[in-house]
């Protein structure tokens, strides 16, 4: 069976970092597309940030220059790391594998993979 499970969220106040990280069984990260979703209370899920299977990046425009994905192959682990962070990204955050890079991943249902998300709030 494959799991897909996030962790690394918490309560930070504005201006501070964390790392989440993405963990996979039952199948290798190296083998598919990563990509990063939020979803805010009573907001939409949105598109965060992807690594390619040959580890190109891409970034939501609200993201740029302060998100930054990797992955550690041996680890078999997916990293989001989350610099300088403004109350605006308090959300569930969600690591899927699948087929796509990118944004269209979630509308991939068949072919991707979810985990059951992590709790970032952000205080001023």
């Known amino acids: 069976q494959v799991q897909v499970v996030e962790s690394g969220g918490g309560l930070v106040q504005a201006g501070g970092s964390l790392r989440l990280s993405c963990v996979a069984s039952?199948?290798?990260?190296?083998?598919?597309?990563t990509n990063w979703f939020r979803q805010a209370p009573g907001k939409a899920r949105k598109f965060v940030a992807a690594?390619?299977?040959?580890?190109?990046?891409y970034y939501s425009d609200d993201v740029e220059g302060r998100f930054i994905i990797s992955r550690d192959g041996a680890k078999n682990t997916v990293y989001l790391q989350i610099n300088n962070l403004e109350p605006e990204d308090t959300a569930v955050y969600y690591c899927a594998a699948g087929s796509v890079f990118g944004p269209a991943a979630i509308r991939d249902t068949e072919n991707t993979y979810w985990g059951q998300g992590t709790q970032v709030t952000v205080s001023s």
């Open positions: 690594i390619s299977r040959k580890d190109s990046s």
């Open positions: 039952g199948l290798t990260f190296g083998n598919y597309h």
